[in-house]
């Protein structure tokens, strides 16, 4: 077969043709200069090949992101000079707040362990409840920190809360209205996510709806909803389209998002 | 992507959200690992940061970050061309070996584990233009652009690659059905 041919059965296969290609195709197939079989089983492999799956990627490539962003956007608000300090201070910063509250947590751990080794499972029960506990308490702490890149790491610890309680909720929620950081309101979407099923978190993620400013965070909490089914969140997202001048992407997003919660 | 070049980073977000599942499936069709593909995808907006300014707002977005992409994904190869081989063995000796329960699979879930291997059989060069014809839905004149070759050629190539890709599944096909 002739290069001409190939690229005219490549054509075929994406659609490209018009009436008149296809029409090309078919002569070159009565006349047996394509063969018949061939080109039926090339068709419907193309076709087939849409079967083939792929997973969805994890949550923490999101995560993973916008820390980065966040660390480029810092860097970039910074003269040469500073940013040559930072440079020099990188190995000593990487043992700031959360990998000292880390280590002192893993240290009191260890501490429990050691005395309450060979005890009843009650006992390891109420460690690791305790153990819970600190990391909500450590979290809250961070939340309130000045630095972006620790609070969003504080989000980030909250996915290894496994059951939250109302005040660890209440300062994700409060985060995701009013963290001056984009980045973080977006990683506190992702984290009360995973709490989806709480009425109180919830009803929380729908307020937070006209609180928000930036088309990203819109967008996510207009995914978020859709995911979490909270088909009251349309009645907002459709307030949020009368009142406000949103860019055209978000207004398509919300567009999409009402009729997918109708 | 322009506004990010002058400075407003934030916008990157916007893009992440948009196009991090498509980079992702890319990445995976190509090396069928979750994690290196996520690995990669970080990587692409990393170096979309890192080469902002060369970005010129010419042709369409999709173009300029699939080249990154598939840079990211040569210069990892690159860096695990010893390992990839082994796994290129490993992969051979396991062609033809169904899994005990394969005779028990209905059709359709065979002929897309049929497909999955098929496409895991193809050199690199072929199996991206089907990943980003088919799957990413780019135009070959987008591709053409990507890979630095002229349309023609992708058509060219994009036949040729399905041509062996139906040679390999009907390989595979004859190979389980005997078993």
Known sequence: ?262 | MMKVKQGDLDKLGLLFERYNRPLFSFFYRMCKESQLSEDLVQSVFERMLKYRSTYSGNGAFTTWMFSIARNAHIDHYRKQKRRAESDEELDEERVGTAPPEYAERDGKIRRKEILEQALDQLDDDKKEVIVLSRYEGLKYKEIAKIQDSTEGAVKVKVFRAIKELRDIVTTLSEEYSDE
Not at chain 1, 48 to 75: I, T
Not at chain 1, 114 to 139: A, I, K, P, Y
Request: aromatic share 6%; hydrophobic share 40%.
């Open chain 1, 1 to 262: 077969m002739n290069e001409k041919h190939e690229q005219l059965i490549a054509d075929y296969l994406k659609g490209n043709l018009d009436e008149q290609g296809k029409q090309k195709i078919e002569e070159l197939l009565a006349k047996g200069e394509i063969d018949f079989i061939d080109f039926r089983a090339m068709e419907q492999l193309y076709d087939e090949l849409k079967m083939v799956p792929v997973p969805e990627p994890g949550p923490q490539q999101s995560s993973r992101f916008y820390e980065m962003l966040e660390k480029q956007k810092q860097l970039s608000a910074l003269s040469i000079t500073e940013r040559i300090a930072v440079f020099f201070k990188k190995g000593i910063a990487q043992l700031t707040m959360p990998r000292l509250a880390y280590a002192c947590l893993l240290l009191i751990a260890g501490g429990f362990i050691g005395v309450q080794f060979g005890n009843n499972d009650e006992e390891m029960e109420q460690l690791s409840t305790q153990m819970q506990e600190m990391r909500q308490m450590m979290m809250i702490s961070m939340l309130e920190g000045p630095s972006t890149t620790d609070r969003l790491k504080a989000v980030h610890i909250s996915s290894q809360i496994t059951s939250a309680d109302d005040q660890a909720v209440s300062a994700l929620l409060f985060t995701l209205n009013n963290d001056p950081s984009i980045n973080v309101r977006v990683q506190a979407i992702e984290a009360l996510k995973r709490w989806g099923k709480d009425e109180y978190v919830r009803k929380g993620l729908i307020n937070a709806i006209a609180k928000q400013e930036s088309p990203i965070v819109i967008i996510e909490l207009a995914d978020a909803m859709i995911e979490l089914e909270l088909k009251n969140s349309a009645k907002e997202f459709k307030q949020l389209l009368e009142e406000r001048e949103l860019e055209y992407n978000v207004k398509q997003k919300l567009e999409s998002s009402i009729a997918a919660l109708s």
